[in-house]
């Protein structure tokens, strides 16, 4: 496994309590759009065996174009130790990545997309989303559905509606207006839904799909292979 070393060269203040650390990309470092990695703070390879209070799995929200790994994370106040150390980093400290992988590539298979996220969920969405807005190729359209109770909305410069380039967007704030509009865009029978958040966000959309006879095969959810049969069994059989 390779330990891929870097520094940050930037922190974004997206919200008061969301950052963007955007760090160099080291030599011979690559990802895709969707991709998460391993963010691993200094030390966490000190010991025998390696320091998981010092290892965090996070999506990328930049693509290699822009020449910086974004990470983004929601740092409260009340937080573990990792973002407590996350919190006091600065320019030019050093972080870890290893073992970088995409289970949520933008599918061009001429279909309508949908990414439903919450919170900073939509962070993993980002890159896919400036992936088809360079190439819009056997992509229908994509329309993005975030919901965040704070209202502190994330990357609203890209997660704008333009329909030139059949991309929409909306924020909403509660459950009820989230629940509802997805309700209404489980009505394409043929569209992928991509979905982002924790584990009972992921349930609760899972819920909704199925009631409306969307298949296994037309979620997409950024879990490995062997985790996926826990949210979606009919995988397994099929
Ligand atoms: C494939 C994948 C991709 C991911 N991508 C991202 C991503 O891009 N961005 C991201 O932020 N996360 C991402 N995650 C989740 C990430 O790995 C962490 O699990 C998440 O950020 C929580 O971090 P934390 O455990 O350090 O807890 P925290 O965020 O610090 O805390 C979690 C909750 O516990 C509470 N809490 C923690 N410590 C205390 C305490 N001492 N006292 C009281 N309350 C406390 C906090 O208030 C909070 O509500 C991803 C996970 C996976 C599997």
């Not at 209070?53 to 693509?63: A, D, F």
Request: aromatic share 10%.
């Amino acid at each position: 496994m390779k330990i891929y070393w870097t520094k940050i060269n930037k922190i974004i203040e997206e919200t008061p309590d969301i950052k963007t650390y955007l760090l160099d990309c080291p030599e011979g470092f690559t990802w895709e759009e969707g991709s998460h990695t391993h963010f691993a703070l200094e030390g966490f390879n000190a010991g025998e065996h390696p320091n998981r209070s010092l290892i965090r799995h996070m999506s990328i929200s930049t693509l290699p174009h822009e020449n910086s790994i974004g990470i983004t994370t929601r740092i409260r106040e009340q937080c573990s130790e990792f973002k407590t150390i996350l919190r006091n980093l600065e320019v030019g400290n050093k972080v870890a990545l290893f073992k970088t992988y995409s289970n949520v590539p933008l599918k061009r298979e001429d279909k309508n997309v949908y990414l439903l996220s919450s919170g900073v969920g939509l962070a993993t969405f980002r890159p896919l989303v400036l992936d088809y807005f360079q190439r819009a190729d056997n992509v229908k359209q994509i329309h993005s559905l975030n919901i965040d109770s704070s209202k502190e909305f994330l990357f609203t410069n890209v997660f704008e509606s333009t329909p030139d380039k059949k991309f929409t967007s909306r924020f909403v704030d509660n459950r009820k207006d989230y629940y509802e509009e997805l309700k209404s865009l489980a009505e394409d029978k043929e569209g992928l839904f991509y979905v982002v958040g924790s584990d009972e966000f992921l349930m609760q959309n899972i819920e909704v799909l199925r009631e409306h006879d969307i298949k296994p095969e037309q979620m997409m959810l950024d879990k490995h292979e062997q985790e996926l049969p826990e949210f979606l069994p009919k995988q397994k059989i099929l």
